[in-house]
């Protein structure tokens, strides 16, 4: 029988102080977390898996990137530019 897993995720606009963004995963998810499209009771940090990746998504489409799940230069350059 297929088993279905409900997950609960808790999504806080600007929960905590403005992070910096240093190219790591981890401060990556920092800014995600911050700009309110990753969870933020998601407590395992440094993984690009799938919640990254549609977080990393949600952010290009806030901005008006193409979703593309991948932290590319128009990315990167927004982070950098948000997140000094």
């Known amino acids: 029988f297929p088993v279905t897993i409900a997950a609960c995720f808790k999504f806080d606009a600007q929960a905590k102080d403005k992070p910096t963004y240093d190219g790591s995963i981890s401060s990556l998810q920092d800014c995600l977390t911050y700009e309110g499209v990753f969870p933020s009771n998601v407590h ?30 128009k990315t990167k350059a927004k982070l950098q530019q948000l997140y000094p």
Do not use: L, N
């Open 44 to 73: 395992s940090r440094g993984t690009y898996g799938t919640i990254t990746i549609q977080a990393v998504k949600d952010f290009q489409s806030k901005y008006g990137f193409d979703q593309t799940g991948q932290v590319g230069p």
